[in-house]
């Protein structure tokens, strides 16, 4: 604070600044502090004139985003938001690790990039219709990495409203599960060949019986 005032009785510069207050009852406030001193006609400092603006609130505000947007970007699962319109405004940097597209490869395309082709139309129309009734909709997507590679990913997608009610923006949080569903394929696979060989082992017993 000193050294932002100091300058202003020095010479003829307005100081604007924020900072930190302590109430009579110990507790912190967040200012905005705009001054100026007014010289006499021997250009000496003889008064400071100013306005202090209480903005703990917007301070509040700021540190709940600067939360919420650490929350997001270090998120372990794969994070997407689009507009309306289903136009991508954001990706997280899981995103990119999961697919190999870069933001702005991604930022003003659909998700539609990464289709692999093997969901039929009917599958996004009921997507889209249960969004767009502010609805959240579950589900599994089998789609295509940047690099050609098809992936497994669960997916949960919800709209988010303006304060007049009106849906915005759409938020999509996945999973990738491909190594689930290749355990799950491997795994039906021994089962299978299992129960053939115990079926046929049970037959052959029978026989000999």
């Given at each position: 604070m000193i050294d932002s005032v100091n300058p202003t009785l020095e010479k003829d510069k307005e100081y604007d600044i924020e900072h930190r207050i302590i109430w009579p009852d110990g507790t912190i406030r967040w200012?905005?502090?705009?001054?100026?001193a007014y010289r006499d006609i021997k250009d000496k400092a003889i008064r400071m004139v100013g306005i202090v603006q209480d903005i703990t609130q917007r301070k509040l505000n700021e540190e709940e985003i600067n939360k919420l947007t650490r929350a997001v970007k270090d998120n372990p699962t794969t994070i997407i938001i689009t507009d309306k319109d289903g136009k991508i405004t954001y990706v997280n940097p899981k995103f990119t690790e999961?697919?190999?597209y870069r933001p702005d490869e991604v930022i003003g395309q659909t998700p539609g990039i990464l289709k692999s082709g093997e969901h039929p139309p009917e599958f996004y129309k009921e997507l889209w219709n249960t969004i767009l009734k502010g609805k959240e909709?579950?589900?599994e997507f089998r789609n295509k990495r940047k690099n050609g590679e098809l992936f497994w990913h669960t997916a949960s997608i919800y709209p988010i409203y303006s304060s007049s009610g009106k849906i915005t923006y759409f938020v999509s949080v996945q999973e990738d599960v491909t190594e689930k569903k290749k355990a799950d394929i491997a795994l039906k696979i021994v089962r299978s060949v299992t129960a053939h060989y115990l079926a046929e082992l049970m037959t052959r017993c029978l026989y000999t019986i």
């Open positions: 200012v905005s502090e705009k001054g100026r999961a697919t190999g909709w579950r589900g």
